[in-house]
């Protein structure tokens, strides 16, 4: 079992930056990926990144290229979101998922077994 629980969401106006946080606890968390997603009203759930267990390795979705740095402290069980330069089509929730059993369908949310509750991020024009 993994509990992830979401932080770092709130309003911040066009070309702001936020940093998200989750944090992990039960197995452990350097043994699995993680990933963002988000997801706005009446759209499906979008992949944004995701960071290999030992954190060698990233993933950017097209939105997210450029502008997000996934980031991870194994030390601290806890998984980082920096975003910049952020637009208003970036307002959703977001949120963080373990990947425990592997996969190389990363986009996929299916393919993760654990989720947190959501951070919800507006961005006003």
């Known amino acids: 079992q993994v509990q992830l629980v979401e932080s770092g969401g709130g309003l911040v106006q066009a070309g702001g930056s936020l940093r998200l946080s989750c944090v992990a606890s039960g197995r452990a968390f350097s043994s699995y990926a993680m990933g963002w997603f988000r997801q706005a009203p009446g759209k499906e759930r979008e992949f944004v990144v995701v960071i290999t267990s030992s954190g060698d390795r990233t993933y950017y979705g097209d939105s997210a290229k450029g502008r997000f740095t996934i980031s991870r402290d194994n030390a601290k069980n806890t998984v980082y979101l920096q975003m910049n330069s952020l637009k208003p089509e970036d307002t959703a929730v977001y949120y963080c998922?373990?990947?425990?059993?592997?996969?190389?369908?990363?986009?996929?949310?299916?393919?993760?077994?654990?989720w947190g509750q959501g951070t919800q991020v507006t961005v006003s024009s």
């Open positions: 998922a373990a990947d425990v059993y592997g996969s190389s369908r990363y986009e996929d949310p299916n393919e993760y077994d654990y």
